[in-house]
């Protein structure tokens, strides 16, 4: 049987080990070539994000799961507002907002990236984006345009995050 927090845990471990690296990897990509690479990277770790949370889906509480009412309930919560009809932010949400939230305004800003289309990925991102508690917590674009610019021309000792992606290591 699957169980419910290991697939929320899963995503979450996914946004920390692939989302966020590769993220980094785009915006301070400076040559074309490296940009293409790391921006299928991107999309890559973004698609086994979005497919984690389709997985816990179909397997829990799509047709066939064979889980019970309390695992349900479990993993509505946590996959949030994957489920269409949830209004309460999940772990998922939590973990990967921020992160999808900066794509869209720092990775489509500097290297015109395009958020996957699809009609639950698009929904869901609208659901997600618009949550009150979300935008309570957000600042405002140009912030995050100038937090991030000295990322996105990979200025020398910006910070030991750009630093460990130059260095092909481990974030800190």
């Known amino acids: ?37 790391a921006g299928k ?10 497919g984690i949370l389709e997985r816990a889906e179909n397997e829990v509480l799509g047709q066939g799961g064979v889980a019970g009412e309390g695992e349900v309930a479990m993993l509505t919560r946590g996959l949030g507002l994957w489920v269409e009809g949830n209004e309460e932010l999940g772990w998922a949400d939590v973990v990967a907002a921020p992160w999808l939230f900066r794509a869209k305004m720092v990775l489509t800003h500097y290297r015109g990236f395009q958020i996957p289309e699809g009609a639950k990925t698009k929904a ?25 610019e000295r990322y996105a021309f990979n200025r020398p000792n910006t910070s030991m995050v750009a630093t460990a992606i130059n260095e092909g290591r481990a974030l800190p």
């Not at 927090?5 to 990897?25: E, G, I, K, M, W």
Request: glycine share 2%; hydrophobic share 40%.
């Open 41 to 50: 990277d991107f999309h890559g770790a973004l698609e086994g994000f979005f």
């Open 124 to 148: 869901y991102l609208e659901r997600l984006f618009e949550h009150p508690k979300f935008k309570a917590t957000c600042s405002t674009e140009q912030l995050y345009l100038d937090s991030y």
């Open 1 to 37: 049987m699957i169980d419910a927090r290991a697939l929320a845990r899963l995503a979450a471990d996914h946004v920390s080990r692939n989302l966020v690296p590769t993220f980094y990897r785009y915006l301070q990509a400076q040559d074309s070539s490296a940009q293409i690479s």
